[in-house]
């Protein structure tokens, strides 16, 4: 079912991007919400936070736990390699050199 489902994906590519994608690729797998939640143990399988639209936004780094902070696709600037990478630097960016200093000692 899920190869079957996919079709739907390869038709939409090859129409409006590459035609000859099919061809061009060489390793498929094809990936389900129960697929996600089974090996990245996400959430029925969801990526991000649970947020309501128009009611709030991509957490940032800062948490309630004092020197505990947040990373990823759950965080500011969300879901994606480019935004996870980001979230990244915000996070290492909020980390001055002199809280870390002690630690490296």
């Given amino acids: 079912l899920k190869e079957e489902r996919s ?3 390869w038709d939409i590519l090859e129409k409006t991007v590459f035609p000859d994608i099919r061809n061009r690729a ?8 129960l697929t996600h939640e ?11 936070p649970a ?10 780094p800062g948490t309630p736990v004092d020197g505990l902070l947040l990373t990823g696709d759950s965080c ?15 996070t290492a960016n909020s980390v001055s050199f002199d809280s870390i200093k002690p630690q490296l000692a």
């Fill in 7 to 9: 079709q739907y994906l």
């Fill in 26 to 33: 060489t390793h498929v797998q094809v990936g389900t919400p």
């Fill in 38 to 48: 089974r090996f990245l143990r996400r959430y029925k399988g969801s990526y991000g």
């Fill in 51 to 60: 947020i309501i639209a128009g009611e709030g936004s991509f957490p940032f």
């Fill in 76 to 90: 500011f600037p969300g879901i994606g390699v480019p935004a996870v990478a980001g979230s990244g630097l915000l």
